[in-house]
């Protein structure tokens, strides 16, 4: 048994079960024995592959994105150039790097990375050492002034609730212990998660549904929203999930690229959830414009992913351009990434239509 489920094991005997939340933020961000603190889990060595590790076109697109925002910005002298989870820093090395000959860009931007690890910290430091960088603990430490903000795959380490409905009503999922290890059981009565179903859900979903939600990234969309409000600038949010709140259960542990049993190995696996667009879309009501969701597939290919793709294998080997075509593939084709992951634009209301986003 790891350090880490002796810790969780302990707390059960002393508190009793926990929320599935609570099990999922301990298993990713315990400071000393979390997943994402002691380790680099990207690529095939690792747990899993995101997109901007995939292909270097992605983060390059993003890039130009950025700078057509900035662009319809009025070109702001400074402005914060916001990543939430960086990973690696792969996305932000490949977006400066697509931004140089885009006059007055580079020298505006405050980039800032908005990232828990320590080992993480560590590696964004490597692989962008050749540019200056604040890293901040929360969206609201980013320093005042407009914001371009990027999230790929940031919410979907975040931390949900599940919740049951029962012939007596909802009750929530929490992580208890049986003497041969963790195991699910329901809370005795309906918990303050309930209050975030949608009504549609809370009256209408059958017996048996297991629903998710997610306050810490409810708050964290919000936040973002206030900071596009008060001083201006745009959002993308990508990551696997449903354009609509609906019920089901999402939560899935990896590991090594193999799916794993949620309660068996935490702090070893990683952890995530379905994002819900919809209820992130609704956290930002009132303080700035959405465009999308729309899949990432129709987003990179609006963005002129072909055109970009057929720029870098004119300068490459065949092997390099068979790996070019292939990861292109994998981040638009629809039975890859391209519909299941989804991009939402979150805008201050001068800004709306985003590029990306099509008419
Ligand atoms: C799945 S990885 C995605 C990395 C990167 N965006 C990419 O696409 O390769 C999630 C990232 O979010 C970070 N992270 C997770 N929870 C966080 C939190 N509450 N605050 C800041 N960063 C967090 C992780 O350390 C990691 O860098």
């Given at each position: 048994?790891?350090?880490?489920?002796?810790?969780?094991?302990?707390?059960?005997?002393?508190?009793?079960?926990?929320?599935?939340?609570?099990?999922m933020a301990t298993a990713l961000g315990h400071p000393?024995?979390?997943?994402?603190?002691?380790?680099?889990?990207?690529?095939?060595?690792?747990?899993?592959?995101?997109?901007?590790?995939?292909?270097?076109?992605?983060?390059?697109?993003?890039?130009?994105?950025?700078?057509?925002?900035?662009?319809?910005?009025?070109?702001?002298?400074?402005?914060?150039?916001?990543?939430?989870?960086?990973?690696?820093?792969?996305?932000?090395?490949?977006?400066?790097r697509a931004t140089s000959q885009s006059q007055g860009?580079?020298?505006?931007?405050?980039?800032?990375?908005?990232?828990?690890?320590?080992?993480?910290?560590?590696?964004?430091?490597?692989?962008?050492?050749?540019?200056?960088?604040?890293?901040?603990?929360?969206?609201?430490?980013?320093?005042?002034?407009?914001?371009?903000?990027?999230?790929?795959?940031?919410?979907?380490?975040?931390?949900?609730?599940?919740?049951?409905?029962?012939?007596?009503?909802?009750?929530e999922r929490l992580v208890g212990q049986d003497g041969?290890?963790?195991?699910?059981?329901?809370?005795?009565?309906?918990?303050?998660?309930?209050?975030?179903?949608?009504?549609?859900?809370?009256?209408?979903?059958?017996?048996?549904?297991?629903?998710?939600?997610?306050?810490?990234?409810?708050?964290?969309?919000?936040?973002?929203?206030?900071?596009?409000?008060?001083?201006?600038?745009?959002?993308?949010?990508?990551?696997?999930?449903?354009?609509?709140?609906?019920?089901?259960?999402?939560?899935?542990?990896?590991?090594?690229?193999?799916?794993?049993?949620?309660?068996?190995?935490?702090?070893?696996?990683?952890?995530?959830?379905?994002?819900?667009?919809?209820?992130?879309?609704?956290?930002?009501?009132?303080?700035?414009?959405?465009?999308?969701?729309?899949?990432?597939?129709?987003?990179?290919?609006?963005?002129?992913?072909?055109?970009?793709?057929?720029?870098?294998?004119?300068?490459?080997?065949?092997?390099?351009?068979?790996?070019?075509?292939?990861?292109?593939?994998?981040?638009?084709?629809?039975?890859?990434?391209?519909?299941?992951?989804?991009?939402?634009?979150?805008?201050?209301?001068?800004?709306?239509?985003?590029?990306?986003?099509?008419?």
């Amino acid at each position: 048994m790891s350090e880490l489920a002796r810790l969780i094991e302990r707390q059960i005997a002393t508190a009793g079960p926990m929320t599935v939340a609570d099990y999922m933020a301990t298993a990713l961000g315990h400071p000393q024995h979390g997943y994402y603190m002691n380790r680099d889990p990207f690529g095939r060595d690792g747990d899993f592959i995101t997109a901007p590790e995939i292909s270097q076109i992605f983060g390059e697109l993003i890039g130009i994105w950025c700078v057509a925002v900035w662009r319809m910005m009025g070109v702001p002298s400074r402005f914060n150039l916001v990543e939430l989870g960086p990973g690696r820093g792969t996305l932000m090395a490949d977006a400066l790097r697509a931004t140089s000959q885009s006059q007055g860009f580079r020298q505006a931007a405050n980039v800032a990375l908005v990232e828990t690890s320590p080992v993480l910290r560590a590696a964004q430091k490597r692989t962008l050492a050749a540019h200056e960088i604040v890293w901040c603990d929360s969206v609201d430490a980013v320093p005042d002034g407009p914001v371009l903000l990027i999230a790929n795959e940031f919410f979907d380490a975040l931390p949900v609730h599940q919740l049951v409905r029962t012939v007596d009503g909802w009750r929530e999922r929490l992580v208890g212990q049986d003497g041969t290890g963790f195991r699910f059981m329901l809370s005795a009565d309906a918990t303050p998660a309930t209050a975030l179903l949608t009504s549609d859900i809370r009256t209408g979903a059958p017996v048996d549904s297991v629903a998710e939600v997610q306050p810490a990234g409810l708050a964290i969309a919000a936040a973002v929203a206030d900071r596009i409000k008060s001083d201006g600038g745009a959002a993308l949010i990508i990551d696997y999930g449903y354009a609509e709140s609906a019920v089901g259960e999402t939560l899935q542990a990896v590991r090594q690229h193999e799916p794993q049993d949620v309660l068996l190995m935490p702090g070893d696996a990683d952890l995530t959830a379905h994002v819900d667009f919809a209820a992130l879309g609704r956290a930002t009501a009132g303080k700035a414009t959405l465009c999308g969701p729309c899949g990432q597939g129709a987003f990179l290919q609006n963005l002129g992913i072909a055109i970009r793709a057929e720029r870098l294998a004119e300068q490459a080997t065949s092997s390099q351009a068979e790996d070019i075509a292939s990861g292109v593939r994998r981040l638009i084709a629809d039975d890859e990434m391209g519909s299941l992951f989804k991009v939402l634009g979150i805008a201050s209301h001068d800004l709306s239509p985003l590029p990306g986003f099509g008419s």
